[in-house]
Nanobody, 121 residues
C-alpha cells in the first residue's frame, strides 16, 4: 500500500503564497501520475493540477499562471506552489498518486488525507 503525507496548508491573505508537499511511502514499485485536487464546501472535488512521471503537467484553467506543480521522483514527493491566492482557492487540497506496489503491481489510485487552505483577509 501507499501512504501519503501532506503538509503546507494554512491561512493566507489574498495575494499570498503557499507551498503544499505530499510525500509517498510504502512498498512502491513505481509512481505514474501525481496530482492535486481540491474540494470547497458544498462543491464537488475538482482537479487542480497533475504531473506525469515524465514531467508533463496539466492545470485547471482557474489556476493556470498562478500555481505550479512539480515532483521529485527520488523522494516520491509532489509539490504545489500556489501564488496570487484568491478567496476562491479556499478548499481542502488532496494529494493523489497513481502507483504500482509489490502488493498491487498494477496502477492504483491513492489519496492523501487532505490539507486545508484558507485564503482570507
Amino acid at each position: 500500500q501507499v501512504q501519503l503525507v501532506e503538509s503546507g496548508g494554512g491561512l493566507v491573505q489574498p495575494g499570498g503564497s503557499l507551498r503544499l508537499s505530499c510525500a509517498a511511502s510504502g512498498s512502491i514499485i513505481s509512481i505514474d501520475a501525481m496530482g492535486w485536487y481540491r474540494q470547497a464546501p458544498g462543491k464537488q472535488r475538482e482537479l487542480v493540477a497533475t504531473i506525469t512521471s515524465g514531467g508533463r503537467t496539466n492545470y485547471a484553467d482557474s489556476v493556470k499562471g498562478r500555481f505550479t506543480i512539480s515532483r521529485d521522483n527520488a523522494k516520491n514527493t509532489v509539490y504545489l506552489q500556489m501564488n496570487a491566492l484568491k478567496p476562491d482557492d479556499t478548499a481542502v487540497y488532496y494529494c493523489n498518486v497513481l502507483a504500482r506496489t509489490y502488493r498491487s503491481p498494477w496502477n492504483v489510485d491513492y489519496w492523501g488525507q487532505g490539507t486545508q487552505v484558507t485564503v482570507s483577509s
